[in-house]
Each structure stands twice: as structure tokens, then as C-alpha cells.
């Protein structure tokens, strides 16, 4: 499994083209095919290619929603 840093993770923010990925409790998930994140935007809340464990505490679902494709670790 691929490892990731914060700065690489900023990466795959999904604009031009780039896939859209967040990462969660250390795990990054693969969000670019979810119409919710549709060009690395979720809600005009929060932004792919950032760790959203902190933001999650906040959110109005539970973390059964993060059920998309693990692509690696945060390190």
C-alpha cells in the first residue's frame, strides 16, 4: 500500500484532472468518482488532498459515508 505524506497528499486535490483523494484516521481514500467531490470540492466545505479526521468530528454523518477505494496510508 502506497504511503503519503501531507504534501504529497495536497496533490491529488482533483483539479485538472487529477484524481481527488482525502485521507481519514491515517487511511487515504479515493473520492474522484464521487459526485459529492466533484472537482476535489465537498460541499463547498472542504477541499481534496487535505486530512479531514478533525473536520469529520463536525460533520453531519457518521464515518460510515467515507466507504470509497483506499489507495494507501498518511504518514
Known amino acids: 500500500m502506497k504511503e503519503f505524506t501531507l504534501e504529497e497528499l495536497k496533490q491529488y486535490n482533483g483539479q485538472d484532472g487529477k484524481p481527488a483523494y482525502v485521507a481519514y484516521k491515517g487511511m487515504v481514500y ?11 470540492d465537498h ?8 486530512d479531514l479526521t478533525e473536520a469529520h468530528e463536525d460533520a453531519p454523518h ?7 477505494p483506499e489507495v494507501g496510508k498518511l504518514v
Open 30 to 40: 479515493d473520492v474522484t468518482e464521487s459526485a459529492m467531490w466533484a472537482d476535489g
Open 43 to 50: 460541499e463547498g466545505m472542504h477541499a481534496a488532498g487535505e
Open 62 to 68: 457518521d464515518e460510515h459515508v467515507i466507504d470509497f
